[in-house]
């Protein structure tokens, strides 16, 4: 496993990436971002690193909240990077699965009003 994965497409609209980000600058709001990275162990050691940017929102939400995690996708048979993106301005869900040269390998997206799309939501 890579130590590190240099995603190369926004998780939210597949726009080139300049900064070495999960989103683009279109698609992160201004304004102060906070980053946790929290070490989640199970079966498979796992690192979940969560970004919050935009304006502050009702039950402790941001307008745009990313989660990256490394997971084993059992269709492909190794790890990627997940990277689920809840965009309240909008009301949008977007997900991006990379492999590890940073590729996208597999995305969609949807309204994040519709559980089907991305499960509880967060
Ligand atoms: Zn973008």
Known sequence: MPAD??????AKCRGELQRGLLLCDECLP????RQ???VRVGHTRSVTMRLLA?????????EVQVTATVELNRERGREELRVQVYDYRD???SEAWYDETGEITWSKAGALDDPSIHGPTR
Do not use: F, I, K, L
């Open 30 to 33: 201004s304004g102060a971002a």
């Open 54 to 62: 935009g304006a502050r929102m009702p039950r402790g939400r941001r």
């Open 36 to 38: 946790d990275a929290t």
């Open 91 to 93: 009301r949008s869900y």
């Open 5 to 10: 994965w240099t995603v190369r497409a926004c």
